[in-house]
């Protein structure tokens, strides 16, 4: 299995780790040749979301990547990457790549809470670590879209087919839960 991490900016050597500890290979994606590589995976990491939609419009990218994850590539996107999923986001006017069914809230946790860390329950698994980093939240998910975290009545993970989108870090965390998730999907996929 090898699984490409966008590497435009952001936090993406950290799931480049995470992979790698469990046994899956990676590459870095900077441009669109590195795009256009086999991978069985695609990670969109935390940073910031227009910026590295901007790159992402730059580097001529947009269109491949949206076909890409239509045509059932896994994609996992976290916080940053959260956002360029959505279809809608609440407080921004963007189009983002708006592939998943869900609507998001950027910033959403505000200045002064803007960052923290908690534990929470992932897809029914306890008191896993949460990093949040002027994360968003999803205001919104369709029907097709089954909730995997919930953080003060806000939805924090989900998944719709083969797209999954966490608003926290865990890449930034020594728990691999999710990574391992991610890695089931696409497995589960094969
Ligand atoms: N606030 C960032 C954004 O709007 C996301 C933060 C993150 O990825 N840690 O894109």
């Given at each position: 299995?090898?699984?490409?991490?966008?590497?435009?900016?952001?936090?993406?050597?950290?799931?480049?780790?995470?992979?790698?500890?469990?046994?899956?290979e990676t590459f870095q994606i900077r441009n669109?040749?590195?795009?256009?590589?086999?991978?069985?995976?695609?990670?969109?990491?935390?940073?910031?979301?227009?910026?590295?939609?901007?790159?992402?419009k730059d580097q001529d990218m947009v269109d491949t990547l949206k076909e890409m994850i239509h045509s059932g590539?896994?994609?996992?996107?976290?916080?940053?990457?959260?956002?360029?999923?959505?279809?809608?986001?609440?407080?921004?006017k963007s189009?983002?790549?708006?592939t998943m069914d869900i609507e998001a809230k950027k910033n959403a946790y505000g200045r002064q809470l803007s960052s923290f860390m908690t534990h929470a329950e992932f897809n029914g698994q306890k008191d896993v670590p949460f990093v949040f980093i002027?994360?968003?939240?999803i205001v919104q998910a369709n029907k097709d879209v089954e909730v995997l975290a919930v953080v003060n009545d806000k939805i924090v993970a989900a998944?719709?087919?083969?797209?999954?989108?966490?608003?926290?870090?865990?890449?930034?965390t020594d728990n691999l839960i999710?990574?391992?998730?991610?890695?089931?999907?696409?497995?589960?996929?094969?």
């Open positions: 299995m090898i699984i490409g991490v966008l590497a435009l900016q952001g936090a993406f050597i950290e799931h480049q780790k995470m992979l790698e500890t469990l046994g899956v669109k040749d590195h795009l256009l590589k086999a991978m069985d995976g695609i990670v969109l990491p935390g940073g910031e979301s227009t910026t590295m939609f901007k790159i992402l590539l896994p994609t996992f996107g976290t916080c940053a990457g959260l956002l360029l999923l959505a279809k809608q986001v609440e407080n921004y189009n983002y790549l708006q002027r994360a968003p939240y998944r719709q087919n083969n797209q999954l989108a966490t608003a926290f870090h865990p890449e930034l999710v990574h391992e998730y991610f890695v089931n999907m696409i497995k589960n996929r094969k």
